[in-house]
């Protein structure tokens, strides 16, 4: 297992409640801090591969409807026109920095079929030893359960067993886990290493998450866990300061940093 310092393959994940508004639009700010740190531990010689979700919020925006919608067929056309946008976004912020990205868009089957299984980690390989950053997304238009959901959080630690990565590392709208929900306590405290997740860990992680995340902390529970069983660590930060993943990956105490479970 490879310490912080030396990760080499690092999977990052951002939540919709770090690259979006409240007002669900595009927090362009923020976007542009994110690809410019990405592309600047790309240069410090890491190997960055990146799960994003925002593609409904950017399609609602782009198409002009007043909200989001309930409705799975109108959530999978705002993903499709959202995705492209996004795409169109990173591609052209990245662009600035001489990196070059590749769109990946995934259902969570792969991991049971072991010939798609294989073609998917081929051309991770090959992305990556081209030097291109993968962006990765579930593929929204045919899968649901990600959209009824939200859950990118797992597709995160699926992609980081299927690539071997170093480390996976979840921004989220909040510092780390806590031992009880923050927004409801205010005399909550931040965790900063979880050395097992039990039923005392899930017991902490109660309820969804803000409007525009959905997951909440459960789902990046399951994610550290499944990870941390294929001996990857997981760290969950605040994704408000990009910045912060240099501190991470720098073994500054950020987050909550969930141990691997056994060296792979
Ligand atoms: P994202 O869009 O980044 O995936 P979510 O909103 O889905 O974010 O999940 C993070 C949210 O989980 C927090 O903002 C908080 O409201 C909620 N939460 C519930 N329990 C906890 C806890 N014990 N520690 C931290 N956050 C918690």
């Known amino acids: 297992m490879r310490t912080w310092k030396t990760a080499k393959r690092v999977v990052i994940k951002v939540g919709s409640s770090t690259l979006t508004y409240e007002t669900g639009n595009i927090n362009i700010r923020r976007v542009e801090q994110l690809v410019k740190v990405l592309a600047d531990l790309k240069n410090a010689g890491k190997e960055i591969i990146l799960v994003s979700s925002g593609a409904i919020a950017v399609g609602v925006g782009k198409v002009g409807l007043p909200e989001r919608p309930k409705d799975t067929p109108t959530k999978q056309a705002m993903a499709a026109v959202g995705q492209c946008e996004l795409m169109y976004i990173y591609d052209k912020l990245f662009t600035q920095y001489n990196h070059k990205v590749a769109q990946v868009l995934l259902t969570r089957d792969v991991v049971d079929v072991p ?111 499944w990870a941390g069983e294929h001996g990857i660590e997981t760290v969950v930060l605040n994704g408000s300061r990009p910045e912060n993943l240099y501190d991470v990956l720098e073994g500054q105490p950020v987050g909550t940093r969930f141990l691997a479970q056994k060296s792979e």
């Open 115 to 225: 010939e798609r299984k294989a073609h998917v980690q081929n051309t991770f390989e090959r992305l990556l030893e081209m030097g291109a950053i993968p962006i990765v997304n579930e593929n929204d238009t045919v899968a649901v359960e990600e959209i009824e959901f939200g859950d990118n959080d797992s597709l995160s630690a699926m992609v980081a067993t299927l690539t071997r990565a170093d480390t996976l590392l979840i921004l989220s709208d909040i510092d780390g886990l806590y031992n009880k929900n923050p927004r409801e306590h205010p005399d909550a405290k931040r965790i900063p290493v979880v050395e097992q997740i039990d039923e005392t860990i899930y017991a902490m992680a109660s309820g969804a998450g803000s409007n525009r995340g959905t997951g909440g902390m459960v789902t990046k529970l399951h994610a550290a866990q």
